[in-house]
């Protein structure tokens, strides 16, 4: 059973850091793209950043670029979103989401966790 | 980026009825357009890909259609444990980007 299960959200001041971490297990962690996709409270679904297999292709939103990072670790199953220089509008549920395809591009999303709450307030 | 419209944004309707939802790409998407379904509380899942075809466990009450700009995701009689909000997503051109989303209410 694959399962997603994200952590590292919290209360953050504006122009702090943050890092979100995503355990992945029930499948073959290095065969496939990862993504993550946030949802501001009582708001829609926005992509985030994707990350392709090997973490030769990396791609990001421009309401993050520059910003956020994302990485993997496929030994240890992880995919992460290093998140500076945050602001209120960055306040959401960030979601993991596993890609059907090993590249990031396309970005068929087949499998999400439970998402991590992000508040960026004062 | 290519822009989504979901219609309605939110629709009432009885149990064993049609559900229709459209999606309109504000260019063509060829058939990479996705369906999702998220509960309230809950992750999206993903219902449908490719614009039609159903992701392994669906119930097949569940369709797509629809190519080039625009698309119809069915439900053909719903269900209460179908309440949901649905949202459609491209994938041809990047940033992927979703539609506003349709809440689907019991009447």
């Known amino acids: 059973e694959v399962q997603l299960v994200e952590s590292g959200g919290g209360l953050v001041q504006p122009g702090r850091s943050l890092r979100l971490s995503c355990a992945a297990s029930?499948?073959?962690?290095?065969?496939?793209?990862m993504h993550w996709v946030r949802q501001a409270p009582g708001k829609g679904l926005e992509w985030v950043s994707g990350?392709?297999?090997?973490?030769?292709?990396?791609g990001y939103a421009d309401s993050v670029k520059g910003r956020f990072t994302i990485s993997r670790d496929n030994a240890k199953n992880s995919l992460y979103l290093q998140m500076n220089s945050l602001r209120a509008e960055d306040t959401a549920l960030y979601y993991c989401?596993?890609?059907?395809?090993?590249?990031?591009?396309?970005?068929?999303?087949?499998?999400w966790g439970q998402g991590t709450l992000v508040t960026v307030s004062s | 980026d290519i822009q989504m419209t979901q219609s309605p944004s939110s629709l009432s309707a009885s149990v064993g009825d049609r559900v229709t939802i459209t999606c309109q790409a504000s260019?063509?998407?060829?058939?990479?357009l996705n369906w999702y379904q998220q509960k309230p509380g809950k992750a999206p899942k993903l219902l449908i890909y490719?614009?039609?075809n159903l992701e392994t466990g669906v119930p097949s009450r569940f369709s797509g259609s629809g190519s080039g700009t625009d698309f119809t995701f069915t439900i053909s009689s719903l269900q209460p444990e179908d309440i949901a909000t649905y949202y459609c997503?491209?994938?041809?051109?990047?940033?992927?980007?979703f539609g506003q989303g349709t809440k689907l209410e019991i009447k």
């Open positions: 989401a596993k890609a059907r395809y090993f590249d990031w591009p396309r970005s068929l999303f087949d499998y």
């Open positions: 029930g499948f073959t962690f290095d065969d496939y793209a």
């Open positions: 990350i392709s297999w090997n973490s030769g292709s990396i």
């Open positions: 260019q063509d998407i060829s058939n990479y």
């Open positions: 490719d614009a039609s």
């Open positions: 997503q491209q994938y041809d051109n990047l940033p992927p980007t």
